[in-house]
């Protein structure tokens, strides 16, 4: 189901990052994680990840600037990824969007949304052009 793809997920909650990690272990996927927005770039371009799982809220880099700059690259440019935020106003989510995030899902985590999220944009077909 999962095939092994390789997920980034960044997040400076050490709980946060766990749950997610087990989770998307237990599905099969390989993880690495990141627990600031300059390392989840750098990890990015090591690794090149099926896809990336981010806090908005990082220490330092927030995820938004750490968006930016991975779009901004060829090698990474059209690795889904999935924002990760506390901030439920409308106002954020816009933010959210407009920034490029692939999905936005909400803390606390729903486990069953957050894989029906991960699945449907593995199982998309990738595209180098980004809106």
Do not use: N, Y
């Amino acid at each position: 189901m999962s095939d092994g793809a390789l997920i980034l997920v960044v997040e400076d909650d050490s709980r946060s990052r766990r749950l997610v990690h087990d989770l998307l272990e237990h599905e099969g996927f390989a993880i690495v994680e990141a627990s600031s927005g300059e390392d989840g770039v750098r990890l990015a371009l090591e690794r090149l990840p099926s896809l990336i799982v981010m806090d908005v809220r990082l220490p330092g880099m927030d995820g938004i600037a750490a968006l930016k700059q991975l779009r901004a690259t060829d090698a990474c440019r059209a690795i889904p990824v999935i924002a990760v935020t506390a901030s439920a106003m409308p106002g954020d989510r816009a933010a959210i969007t407009a920034a490029g995030f692939d999905a936005c899902e909400e803390k606390p985590i729903d486990v069953q949304r957050l894989l029906a999220t991960v699945r449907a944009l593995l199982s998309r077909p990738r595209t180098e052009e980004r809106p």
